[in-house]
């Protein structure tokens, strides 16, 4: 099984670097499209458009309508729940009766697993009471197969970048990982936000963030020649060795990217 996440794309119609955001979108999907073997799902985990706007989602959809492998989206920061919900509606999978755009998908080997940790009053991550029974219960729906967890924040602390801890308070970030542990079947947890890789561990599972989409708001020092380039990354599912991930760096032609392989320990 292979899953291919992007995350900040931020689009938006009317700032200095609209166009190359858009670009850098179209350059990644296209990149995606030519790889072979094909990724069975693409997953976008959040900060899908900048400013929240009913257009700006349109361009989302038209953008990822191009995509051959299906596509989940979560909600970021910068993300409107009520636009984002209008926006991708044709895909049954978010529920029209949530508060939240979080759900489980069942159709592979791995479940995957996407949560909403969008706080209306801050960029930072949030996670309610009841958003944990709403986890509980997506774990607990199925006991057979190992679980791959999507998030926007990443729910560890996050040792490159000045900010090390991306949610609100300390605690609700103790209370997810507390959940996530609790069935002993997640293998992963895949994050964005952060727009720099990072990885860490909720307590044995190991955990991911990739860099943002949108080139210009990349963190972090690049080489010139990688500068105006995408970043995304592919998470390989092997049932003995747990997900692989490889970092994808987008061509100026698609199928043209360069990569770096890197596995991760097994998690049995
Ligand atoms: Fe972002």
Redesign the pocket.
Known sequence: MIVAQI??T?LALDGADSDRRIRDFALTIADINALAPAPDVIIHT??IV?NGRSEEYALAVATLAKARAPVYVLA???DDRANLRTAFSARSYLMPDSDFIDYAIDDYPVRLIALDTLSLTS?RGDFSSEQVRRLIGFIDAETEKPIAVFT?HPPFEVTVGPDRLHFEKAETMSRLRRVLQHSGRVIAVFS????RAAEGRVGSIPATVVP?I?TT?RKGDYPPAMRARPIYHIHRFDPAWGFATETRIVGERPGAAQSMIRKKPART
């Not at 964005?192 to 727009?195: I, L, R």
Request: glycine residues 16%.
């Open positions: 995350s900040d931020h959040g900060d900048h970021g920061n910068k960029n926007h964005g936000h952060v727009h943002c949108a708001l």
